[in-house]
């Protein structure tokens, strides 16, 4: 069985401008043969309209790929595209029109905004009805040749769809020799603010760490602790750490009166914390006046943060108590969301 291959519209643009070309020269020498036009002539017209078709073609390569960035920008992002069409292609993601007599395959519109040491990126891609599931799951690391995406997103007015993507190679993680080192990085973001890695910098909100064992849950989190304990504004911190394991012993250490392990604890310690958190929305609200959509962080309140660990084991000991139990723990989870 003979299978066609599928053309893209750029493809069929392509084979048209060569059919073009080769139709000037056929029909240049047939005129020269019939009419005896100058040889000289004859090639000086031929190789203008073939520097015209070129040249149009060349602008047309360089628009696309932002010449204006550079060469070297330009020839990545060709590549970069070039390889995502085809995986598009592929996959299936095109819609059939016809050019002339063909029919050809439209890809969505593909663009790429490299970061000036080309370490990482954003590609464009254009949504549409018909491929806004397909985009949504599609997987394109396999198609970037050395980059790894790693978060993907849609546009606010869902025209396109953004995927972030950084070099494999590419070290994100920071290494301290020391623990001056270390609050050296940590100054260097805001009293309200928590450093991931050398690329990743999060506003102090509400977190939820998720791996498998192993995957590194822990370590992150005593690099918040860290984080936290050294901040120009002092952290009122809770631990609750139904395991008793890493996450109790520095908070006996760090604050033994906000630490618990045991069930009944641990509620009290919920209790403990949602009365806080109910006291300091009374003194914003004293606030407020000031600064109408402001929070503890525009009046330079100490942040009060609950850590923690484990939460599904809690959740596993929560099950089996009474009704009344589980409502008042969903109540209290609830006035923290």
């Known amino acids: 069985?003979?299978?066609?291959?599928?053309?893209?519209?750029?493809?069929?643009?392509?084979?048209?401008?060569?059919?073009?070309?080769?139709?000037?020269?056929?029909?240049?020498?047939?005129?020269?043969?019939?009419?005896?036009?100058?040889?000289?002539?004859?090639?000086?017209?031929?190789t203008t309209v073939i520097m015209l078709i070129l040249s149009f073609a060349l602008f047309g390569w360089a628009i696309r790929n932002r010449i204006d960035r550079g060469l070297k920008y330009a020839w990545k992002h060709y590549v970069l595209v070039l390889r995502l069409r085809k995986e598009l292609l592929n996959a299936g993601i095109y819609t059939m029109r016809k050019i002339g007599v063909e029919k050809v395959?439209?890809?969505?519109?593909?663009?790429?905004?490299?970061?000036?040491?080309?370490?990482?990126?954003?590609?464009?891609?254009?949504?549409?009805?018909?491929?806004?599931?397909k985009l949504a799951k599609i997987d394109i690391s396999s198609a970037l040749g050395?980059?790894?995406?790693?978060?993907?997103?849609l546009t606010d007015n869902e025209?396109?769809?953004?995927?972030?993507?950084?070099?494999?190679?590419?070290?994100?993680?920071?290494?301290?020799?020391?623990?001056?080192?270390?609050?050296?990085?940590?100054?260097?973001?805001?009293?309200?603010?928590?450093?991931?890695?050398?690329?990743?910098?999060?506003?102090?909100?509400?977190?939820?760490?998720?791996?498998q064992t192993g995957s590194g849950k822990s370590y992150a989190l005593f690099g918040y602790i860290l984080q936290m304990?050294?901040?120009?504004i002092p952290y009122h911190l809770y631990f609750a750490d139904p395991k008793s394991s890493s996450i109790e012993l520095l908070g006996e250490k760090i604050s033994p009166?906000?630490?618990?392990?045991?069930?009944?604890?641990?509620?009290s310690l919920l209790e403990?914390?949602?009365?806080?958190?109910?006291?300091?929305?009374k003194e914003i609200k004293k606030r407020l006046s000031t600064m109408i959509d402001g929070d503890y962080r525009d009046f330079d309140l100490s942040p009060h943060v609950l850590i923690f660990d484990e939460f599904s084991a809690f959740s596993q000991q929560l099950a089996e108590k009474d009704k009344k139990q589980?409502?008042?723990?969903?109540v209290c989870l609830h006035r923290l969301s």
């Open 229 to 232: 304990l050294g901040k120009q």
């Open 146 to 153: 050395g980059y790894v995406v790693e978060q993907v997103y």
């Open 326 to 330: 589980r409502d008042h723990v969903a």
């Open 105 to 133: 395959a439209v890809i969505p519109w593909i663009t790429v905004n490299f970061a000036p040491d080309f370490k990482s990126g954003r590609i464009y891609i254009k949504n549409s009805i018909q491929f806004h599931e």
């Open 1 to 46: 069985m003979i299978m066609n291959r599928i053309q893209t519209d750029r493809q069929e643009k392509s084979t048209v401008a060569v059919i073009i070309l080769a139709l000037c020269v056929i029909f240049s020498m047939l005129f020269s043969y019939v009419k005896n036009f100058p040889l000289k002539i004859l090639l000086l017209c031929v």
């Open 257 to 267: 009166d906000n630490t618990a392990s045991d069930f009944e604890g641990i509620v």
């Open 159 to 211: 025209d396109h769809y953004y995927y972030e993507f950084y070099d494999a190679h590419y070290e994100k993680r920071l290494v301290f020799q020391s623990f001056g080192e270390f609050q050296e990085y940590s100054d260097s973001t805001g009293d309200y603010e928590l450093f991931i890695d050398r690329d990743t910098t999060l506003s102090l909100t509400h977190q939820l760490l998720v791996g």
């Open 272 to 281: 403990r914390f949602v009365f806080q958190m109910e006291e300091r929305q």
